[in-house]
């Protein structure tokens, strides 16, 4: 048997596991780890600026493509507490990371050693599994249960705290006899599908929302196959967005209070039945439930048992994994659909679609400063179907979601339940990282895009390329619309003159030259008419010089972006003109009919 230390087995497990690749900031306590991690070599290691970016790098890196698991690392005491936005980010939207962390001698742990916090108390609530190991033996089956519950039911984060004594103990290990422990999903019975598909058929106007789970499970072209076989129009929500094309026949468009579209809402409003699977009905994809739910049946299917009922009872809840279901729902429609017994639903599915061409939003304005609309324009002319999108919270984001199109799953990378500023350069660092080849472009607002700036000089380092959408507005946007209900407009101002860039105007921090700082390129553009010429030199940029790209548009200062205020899907505001005529929305999938 070969004897190593802990940490050096720990690291040979984390290779037999598939990882490849991980996130972190070196220090005192984990430095044990980290020497292991170089003697043995096969994970290339992306140096942060910030332990709370390299989580968010991993959660990037897990997203981008299925199977793989994002790995952070950091010292004791404040790595761990800064990695915690981190695991509430990956849980809340079900997203496997492995956080590691150092911590002091097991003798001192209780003693107010320098930097030693209970950091798995701490980080419990957020993760599957948070323990500190305080027997060395212990370590290889620790991580090995780690990466079984990260894959297992409801995907999620783990923390394992490694007290420095523990990683530089000997024990006895055998890497090459090391195989994972089976992963565990639930899977739907036959009879639990033929009722669920009975449901569906004797509605008249049914809908399949797709959540983030489908995506999660792998299980894209399942879905898409199912909807086609029983021509059910198909709601994606923003974690399940990219399931089917944005231009498929069946796409009914996104339903919620903020990221969706109008004739998504107005669909839903006139459904009669909706299948949900892999979806949690979030907050603000549902609104308020007695309009969400009145006049329609329900089926849940979720890979986790108890988030069945946890929101609105549903009329039937299947807990399943989403691919496995969906293989069960593609075989009982395919028989189905041979005995001619599926309902024609192709008049209901081209209402979906006439309401898709009648009822669109504005996009074209050539205001200046720049209204927000424009960008998103300008950004879906630049940018293909392979883009991999990725955003986390405010108007920008918003506004990208209602605006932009996306055609594959995982090219919309979105934090969907926590939405902390400042993720989205570190996640898109992440999801570059794992893709070389992509196309990767983030969106940010400004006050995003200052929280976590400093990770630019990562991909500057570490020679990642991506462009960055920056829409500069000076203002907490999305904050100051909410806080129109209270009549007030309350310290959500960023606007200051900047004596060093006078050329600014009021718009404050000068991000040009932040982010040269930082050894990255950066364009800004205060004419719409040149948002497009700019994209393309920001693509051709990144290419030539290996490092993030920015491109800042000058917004107008105030755009109150469409949205609720009554938490009603029946009652979404629309601020600006909606689009009357073909070139209000050139790029809208469906062209405007009038």
Not at 157 to 180: A, H, K, N, S
Not at 290 to 295: C, I, N, Q
Not at 484 to 509: C, M, T, W
């Amino acid at each position: 048997m070969a004897r190593m230390t802990a940490a050096r087995a720990a690291v040979e497990i984390l290779k037999r596991e598939g990882v490849s690749d991980a996130f972190g900031v070196p220090g005192a306590a984990i430095n044990p780890f980290y020497a292991a991690l170089k003697a043995s070599g096969g994970i290339t290691h992306t140096l942060a600026r910030h332990v709370e970016g390299a989580s968010h790098m991993a959660e990037g890196y897990t997203r981008t493509h299925p199977g793989n698991i994002g790995v952070c690392i950091g010292t004791s005491g404040p790595a761990g507490t800064d990695m915690i936005t981190g695991l509430y980010s990956a849980t809340g939207d079900s997203i496997p990371i492995l956080c590691i962390t150092g911590q002091a001698p097991t003798a001192v742990i209780h003693k107010e050693d320098f930097q030693a916090v209970d950091i798995a108390s701490i980080a419990k609530p957020v993760t599957k599994m948070a323990v500190t190991v305080l027997e060395a033996a212990q370590v290889p089956g620790v991580f090995q249960q780690a990466f079984h519950l990260m894959r297992s039911g409801r995907p999620g984060p783990v923390l394992i705290d490694l007290p420095i004594d523990v990683q530089m103990t000997e024990i006895e290990f055998d890497p090459e006899t090391y195989e994972p422990l089976p992963v565990y999903k639930p899977a739907a019975t036959r009879a639990q599908v033929e009722k669920a598909i009975g449901m569906l058929n004797a509605s008249e106007r049914p809908l399949i929302v797709a959540g983030g789970g489908v995506i999660n499970a792998d299980a894209a072209d399942l879905l898409v196959e199912f909807a086609e076989l029983t021509g059910t129009p198909v709601v994606p929500t923003l974690m399940g967005w990219g399931v089917l094309p944005d231009d498929h026949e069946l796409n009914a468009g996104m339903v919620g209070l903020q990221t969706s579209h109008r004739y998504g809402n107005a669909t839903f409003l006139e459904s009669d039945f909706v299948l949900g699977i892999g979806n949690r009905w979030a907050n603000r994809h549902t609104g308020k439930l007695d309009v969400y739910t009145a006049g329609r049946k329900f089926v849940h299917v979720d890979v986790e048992p108890t988030q069945i009922g946890k929101i609105f009872a549903p009329d039937y809840g299947i807990a399943s994994d989403a691919k496995a279901a969906l293989e069960l729902f593609v075989e009982v429609a395919k028989e189905l659909k041979a005995a001619g017994k599926l309902p024609d639903r192709s008049d209901w599915a081209a209402s979906a679609q006439e309401r898709r061409a009648t009822l669109q939003r504005r996009t074209h304005f050539d205001d200046i400063p720049i209204k927000p609309q424009r960008v998103y324009e300008e950004m879906n002319k630049a940018f293909g179907p392979e883009t991999r999108y990725v955003s986390t919270i405010g108007l920008s984001q918003i506004a990208g979601a209602q605006m932009l199109h996306v055609y594959r799953p995982r090219h919309w990378i979105n934090c969907g339940q926590a939405g902390p500023l400042g993720w989205t350069v570190p996640a898109a660092l992440g999801v570059a990282k794992a893709d070389p080849e992509a196309q990767v472009v983030a969106l940010s607002g400004d006050y995003d895009f200052q929280f976590m700036i400093e990770e630019l000089a990562v991909g500057a380092q570490h020679k990642i390329p991506y462009v960055h959408v920056l829409v500069n507005n000076s203002y907490l946007g999305l904050i100051r619309q909410a806080q129109r209900a209270f009549d007030i407009d309350f310290q959500v101002k960023l606007e200051f003159e900047n004596i060093n860039s006078p050329e600014l105007g009021v718009y404050g921090v000068d991000h040009v030259k932040v982010a040269e700082g930082l050894g990255c390129k950066a364009i800004r553009v205060t004419d719409p008419s040149e948002l497009g010429a700019a994209f393309e030199q920001a693509k051709k940029l990144a290419a030539e010089h290996q490092v993030p790209v920015v491109v800042e548009a000058i917004l107008e200062r105030v755009t109150n972006i469409s949205m609720s205020g009554t938490n009603d899907i029946s009652n979404v505001v629309e601020f600006e003109e909606v689009a009357t005529e073909p070139g209000h929305a050139p790029t809208a999938v469906r062209t405007l009919k009038v």
